[in-house]
C-alpha cells in the first residue's frame, strides 16, 4: 500500500483552469506529479479516503460540488468540464 498525504489544499493554488485546478489537486492527493486527464480516478489508484480529501478541497473553489458529482464525472477531464458549466 503506498503511504500518501490526503489533499489539504492549504498549499494548492485554485485559481486557473478548472482542468489545471482538478489536475493539481488530484495529484496533490494521489502523490504524483500529474494525472493523465483521461484516465479514471479510481483506476489511477484513488481510493474514496482520496475522494473525499479531494472534495473537499475543490469546494473552496465550487462550493455546490458533490461527492456524487465525482463518481459522475470520473475523469479530471470530465470533472474539470462539469465544474466548468457549472460556474
Do not use: K, Y
Request: hydrophobic share 50%; aromatic share 6%.
Amino acid at each position: 500500500m503506498t503511504d500518501r498525504t490526503n489533499a489539504s489544499g492549504a498549499s494548492l493554488a485554485l485559481d486557473g483552469t478548472a482542468i489545471d485546478v482538478v489536475r493539481t489537486v488530484w495529484a496533490d492527493a494521489l502523490g504524483l506529479d500529474d494525472v493523465d486527464q483521461d484516465i479514471g480516478l479510481f483506476d489511477l489508484g484513488a481510493t474514496s479516503a482520496d475522494m473525499l480529501s479531494v472534495v473537499r478541497v475543490l469546494r473552496q473553489r465550487w462550493p455546490r460540488l458533490r461527492v456524487v458529482d465525482v463518481f459522475d464525472h470520473p475523469t479530471v477531464a470530465q470533472l474539470a468540464a462539469f465544474l466548468e458549466d457549472a460556474a
